[in-house]
C-alpha cells in the first residue's frame, strides 16, 4: 500500500473509509486516523507488517458470512466433513490454501488452516497431544518466549506444568542448561520458538535432545516463517512433530494462525481445532492466507526477506556503534531487545516518547529483567514492517539516531527529576 517514501500508491484505504462513512461517520474516522497514524510512523512493532491489497480484499469478501463448521470432505484426517451446506466453494478454496502452504514451505507435513491465531493454533497444538498436567519445557518470556510457552496468567501456564531453559550471559539460548533440564524433567513437550530471540535457532539439535528424552518437539515460528519460507533461517520441517506459526508479521498476511504437523497427528491435531478449540472457521481469513501464500512463492519475496535481515542488522550495528547494549550483541533476523536496564528510564518510558517522536515500537522484558512486565528493562524492534515501506540500510541506521535523540532527551529529563 506504500512506496518508499510512505505515501499511499492508490486510493484503497480511502474508498474503503468512505464507504464505512455511509453508515458510521465514528468508526470511518477512527479507521482513517489509524491509517494516517500508520502511515507518517515509522512502524517497528516486530509483529506487525503491511498486508496487500489483495490480502485486504479476501478477507473483506462475501466469505465473511458465510459459515462452514467442519472441513471439507476431501481431507484424509478422519472428520466427517462440513456441518452446514452450500460449502462446495469453500471446501476448494480451504484445499487451495492447504496446498499452497505445504508449497511455501516445501513440507508434505499436514496442515490445517482454521486457527484464528497463533495463540489458538498454540492451545489446539498442545491439546493435540498434551494432558492437563503434562511437563512442557520452553523458552520463557523473559528470555525470548511467547506468552502462550508458559506463562503463568497465560492457559499455557495454568493447564501445563512447564518449566524452562534459559539463555546464557550473552542471550543466547543454553543448549547445556536445555540438555540437562530435560534429562532431569523427561518432559512430554520441547518447545521453541521466540517472539524476542534475535538469533538462528538450532532445529537439529533440538531435535536430538526430544528423541534422548521421548518428548515430541515443537516449534512455534510465529516471528521468523517468512524468513524461512525464504531460506533466510533454517527449517523446523523433518525435525519438529508439529509446527505452529501465524500467517502476519514476516509473512505479511492477515491476522491468523495455521498448523503443520506430521502425518500421523493429523486428526488429533484437526480435531483440536474444531470441535474442540473453536467452531466455524473464519472462511474469509483463510481466503486472505491463500492470497498470502501465493505471494510468497513469487520471486520478490525471497528479496524482500533478505532485506529484512540486512535492515535489522544494519538497525542493531548502528545502534551498538552509538554505544547501546543490544540483547546478544545483534541479530540474524528480523527483530532485537534494546537493553535500557543502565538507564534510569524504563522500557514502557521509551515507547511513549518514541511514540511521541513518530516512532512505534514495544516495551519488552529482557534476560535477567528486574523491573515488571508492564514496565520493562527493554524494548523491542522490528525490521519487516518498514522494509515493506521500501527502507533499505541506510534508512535503518538514520532511524537509529533518532531513536538515539529520543533516549537522550529522555535521560536529561530523568536526571533532572532525580536532581
Known amino acids: 500500500m506504500f512506496d518508499r517514501n510512505g505515501n499511499d500508491n492508490s486510493n484503497y484505504n480511502q474508498m474503503i473509509v468512505e464507504e464505512i462513512r455511509k453508515s458510521s461517520p465514528t468508526i470511518a474516522d477512527l479507521v482513517e486516523k489509524e491509517y494516517l497514524r500508520q502511515k507518517n510512523n515509522v512502524e517497528l512493532i516486530a509483529s506487525e507488517n503491511y498486508c496487500s491489497e489483495a490480502v485486504m480484499a479476501a478477507c473483506g469478501s462475501c466469505l465473511s458470512w458465510k459459515y462452514a463448521e467442519g472441513y471439507p470432505y476431501v481431507r484424509t484426517s478422519g472428520n466427517k466433513g462440513r456441518y452446514y451446506g452450500g460449502t462446495k466453494y469453500v471446501d476448494e478454496l ?15 507435513y499436514h496442515v490445517n488452516v482454521q486457527p484464528h491465531s497463533g495463540s489458538q493454533a498454540n492451545f489446539a497444538a ?8 503434562d511437563t512442557i519445557l520452553g523458552l520463557n518470556l523473559d528470555n525470548g518466549g511467547h506468552l ?37 524433567l523427561q518432559p512430554k513437550l520441547i518447545l521453541t520458538g521466540a517472539s524476542a530471540y534475535s538469533r538462528i535457532i538450532d532445529f537439529p539439535a533440538f531435535a536430538e535432545v526430544a528423541k534422548e528424552v521421548g518428548a515430541y518437539f515443537m516449534v512455534d515460528m510465529a516471528h521468523i516463517a517468512g524468513l524461512v519460507a525464504a531460506g533466510e533461517h533454517p527449517s523446523p520441517f523433518g525435525y519438529a512433530d508439529i509446527v505452529t506459526t501465524t500467517t502476519h508479521k514476516t509473512l505479511r498476511g492477515p491476522r491468523g494462525g495455521l498448523i503443520f504437523c506430521r502425518p500421523e497427528l493429523a486428526k488429533k491435531v484437526d480435531s483440536a481445532v474444531f470441535p474442540y478449540a473453536q ?9 486472505g492466507k491463500a492470497v498470502c501464500a501465493e505471494e510468497a512463492m513469487k520471486p520478490g519475496f525471497k528479496e524482500y526477506q533478505h532485506q529484512v535481515r540486512l ?4 538497525l542493531a550495528d548502528e545502534l551498538v556503534k552509538l554505544g547501546y547494549n543490544i540483547v546478544t ?14 538507564h534510569e528510564f524504563t522500557g514502557k518510558d521509551l515507547q511513549i516518547a518514541c511514540d511521541d517522536a513518530g516512532i512505534t515500537l514495544n516495551k519488552n522484558c529482557v534476560p535477567n529483567e528486574k523491573r515488571s512486565p508492564m514496565q520493562t528493562s527493554g524494548v523491542r524492534v522490528g525490521s519487516a514492517p518498514m522494509t515493506t515501506r521500501g527502507y533499505l540500510e541506510d534508512d535503518f541506521r538514520k532511524v537509529a539516531h533518532r531513536i538515539d535523540e529520543v533516549v537522550k532527551k529522555l535521560d536529561v529529563e530523568k536526571a533532572s527529576e532525580v536532581k
Do not use: Q
Open 94 to 108: 480451504e484445499e487451495y490454501c492447504c496446498d499452497a502452504w505445504r508449497k511455501v514451505f516445501d513440507t508434505d
Open 126 to 133: 498442545y491439546k493435540s497431544i498434551l494432558e492437563p498436567g
Open 148 to 184: 502462550t510457552h508458559g506463562s503463568a496468567v497465560n492457559f499455557s501456564g495454568k493447564l501445563y506444568d512447564v518449566h524452562f531453559y534459559d539463555v546464557d550471559e550473552n542471550g543466547f539460548i543454553d543448549m547445556e542448561d536445555l540438555k540437562a533440564k530435560a534429562k532431569e
Open 279 to 287: 467452531g466455524g472457521p473464519l472462511e474469509h481469513i483463510i481466503a
Open 311 to 314: 535492515n535489522a542488522a544494519a
Open 329 to 342: 550483541g545483534g541479530t540474524d533476523n528480523h527483530v532485537f531487545l534494546i537493553d535500557l536496564s543502565d
